[in-house]
């Protein structure tokens, strides 16, 4: 059981939800807010923020920690799935070769490249602990020809990623698997670079998945994240999700990418993975959907709370009971309930740090029932 990952900017304790800051912010809240929360990581987004404001700004600034405000281990994703699924004309307006990535922006004329060389670029200009390889994802229902080229794509972009990286710092210390004698000469923390995750694909092909596990794990990445559509139809968790991390070493960090409801974070975290990211709670607070733990002792169990409903606009208890919060130690149901229907964007920030903190509040839990 891994209980820690060893970033530059401190040991993440595991398993940890990390909020998607995907423009580098938390959207209705500052750093200082998910930090009361009890968040102890970020997940931002390499596309988004190599558009606006630019990697090589946030660089200048000193790195995205400074440049946020945040002082704790900050992942980034590789963009990969927002250019497949966001950029103009979707997938259609995406062409896809070896090189990488070839899409164009809302309000651009001119196409751009994400390559593996690149992509990385971005990151470590970023100044992230946690970078993640680019990988080619196909679209929901894609055919096995398309998952056949998305392997093939995703090993050939890790290997140049883990290249590219490998440029510009000198990693051989921190890669997986570790020799006896690396673990012992390890570098200090804030001297190390950052941990890199290749993305498993092969959609539910069991025999792809197979092979795009065992090719990364023969070139050797700090982690692993499932990569692909991990919900199925009646919201649950698809057979792949727990195939990937049966595939995989159970010392090896593994990352569930895109995995946030509260129940099929639990699933996951039984079948072996770690870390997390999402905009579920964080959208779903700005929506005045708030996560009501139904007993002291938090696990996935919960129920919804819209604030908005009519009839808590004179409840004059706490949103929850059981959570310790700003939102629920010093605000009553009523009033969160009034700031929603003027329109106050405080409680949008007070909804945000409630879930966040119900997701600090689960991870919590989850550790202490790994730990008995």
Same mark, same amino acid.
């Given at each position: 059981?891994?209980?820690?990952?060893?970033?530059?900017?401190?040991?993440?304790?595991?398993?940890?939800?990390?909020?998607?800051?995907?423009?580098?912010?938390?959207?209705? &809240?500052? @750093?200082?807010?998910?930090?009361?929360?009890?968040?102890?990581?970020?997940?931002?987004?390499?596309?988004?923020?190599?558009?606006? #404001?630019?990697?090589?700004?946030?660089?200048?600034?000193?790195?995205?920690?400074?440049?946020?405000?945040?002082? /704790?281990?900050? @992942?980034?994703?590789? %963009?990969?799935?927002?250019?497949?699924?966001?950029? @103009?004309?979707?997938?259609?307006?995406?062409?896809?070769?070896?090189?990488?990535?070839?899409?164009?922006? $809302?309000?651009?004329?001119?196409?751009?490249?994400?390559?593996?060389?690149?992509?990385?670029?971005?990151?470590?200009?970023?100044?992230?602990?946690?970078?993640?390889?680019?990988?080619? *994802?196909?679209?929901?229902?894609?055919?096995?020809?398309?998952?056949?080229?998305?392997?093939?794509?995703?090993?050939?972009?890790?290997?140049?990623?883990? $290249?590219?990286?490998?440029?510009?710092?000198?990693?051989?210390?921190?890669?997986? #698997?570790?020799?006896?004698?690396?673990?012992?000469?390890?570098?200090?923390?804030?001297?190390?670079?950052?941990?890199?995750?290749?993305?498993?694909? /092969? %959609?539910?092909?069991? /025999?792809?998945?197979?092979?795009?596990? =065992?090719?990364?794990?023969?070139?050797?990445?700090?982690?692993?994240?499932?990569?692909?559509? #991990?919900?199925?139809?009646?919201?649950?968790?698809?057979?792949? &999700?727990?195939?990937?991390? !049966?595939?995989?070493?159970?010392?090896? #960090?593994?990352?569930?990418?895109?995995?946030?409801?509260? =129940?099929?974070?639990?699933?996951?975290?039984?079948?072996?993975?770690?870390?997390?990211?999402?905009?579920?709670?964080?959208?779903?607070?700005?929506?005045?959907?708030?996560?009501?733990?139904?007993?002291?002792?938090?696990?996935? =169990?919960? =129920?919804?709370?819209?604030?908005?409903?009519?009839?808590?606009?004179? !409840?004059?208890?706490?949103?929850?009971?059981? *959570? !310790? *919060?700003?939102?629920?130690?010093?605000?009553?149901?009523?009033?969160?309930?009034?700031?929603? *229907?003027?329109?106050?964007? @405080?409680?949008?920030?007070?909804?945000?740090?409630?879930?966040?903190?119900?997701?600090?509040?689960?991870?919590?839990?989850?550790?202490?029932?790994?730990?008995?």
């Amino acid at each position: 059981m891994i209980e820690s990952l060893s970033t530059p900017h401190g040991d993440l304790s595991l398993p940890a939800f990390l909020p998607d800051a995907t423009r580098g912010v938390v959207r209705s &809240v500052d @750093a200082n807010d998910v930090r009361s929360a009890g968040i102890r990581a970020l997940m931002v987004n390499t596309l988004h923020l190599s558009s606006q #404001p630019g990697t090589s700004i946030v660089k200048e600034a000193g790195g995205i920690h400074r440049f946020a405000g945040w002082d /704790g281990p900050v @992942a980034s994703d590789s %963009g990969g799935f927002q250019v497949l699924s966001m950029t @103009a004309g979707g997938p259609r307006g995406v062409t896809v070769s070896r090189k990488g990535l070839s899409y164009k922006l $809302e309000g651009q004329s001119k196409k751009r490249l994400l390559t593996p060389d690149r992509c990385i670029q971005y990151q470590v200009q970023l100044g992230a602990d946690l970078l993640f390889c680019l990988d080619h *994802c196909p679209p929901a229902g894609a055919d096995q020809a398309a998952h056949r080229e998305s392997v093939d794509h995703t090993v050939s972009w890790a290997r140049q990623c883990k $290249e590219a990286l490998e440029k510009r710092y000198p990693i051989s210390d921190v890669r997986y #698997p570790k020799s006896e004698e690396q673990q012992h000469r390890q570098l200090p923390a804030a001297d190390r670079p950052p941990l890199l995750f290749a993305v498993v694909q /092969g %959609g539910d092909d069991q /025999g792809l998945r197979a092979e795009c596990a =065992e090719r990364l794990l023969e070139l050797g990445f700090d982690g692993f994240g499932f990569g692909g559509w #991990p919900i199925a139809d009646d919201g649950g968790l698809v057979d792949a &999700v727990g195939q990937v991390s !049966d595939l995989l070493p159970d010392d090896v #960090p593994l990352h569930g990418l895109g995995i946030g409801k509260p =129940e099929n974070v639990q699933a996951a975290w039984e079948m072996g993975y770690h870390t997390f990211d999402c905009t579920l709670p964080t959208r779903d607070a700005r929506q005045g959907r708030l996560y009501l733990s139904t007993s002291r002792s938090l696990t996935s =169990e919960y =129920e919804y709370l819209y604030i908005e409903k009519e009839r808590f606009n004179r !409840d004059q208890g706490p949103v929850d009971e059981n *959570c !310790d *919060c700003a939102a629920c130690s010093r605000y009553t149901r009523a009033y969160l309930h009034h700031l929603f *229907c003027i329109g106050e964007p @405080a409680g949008a920030r007070l909804a945000t740090i409630h879930n966040l903190r119900f997701y600090a509040r689960l991870m919590d839990a989850l550790a202490s029932r790994s730990g008995t």
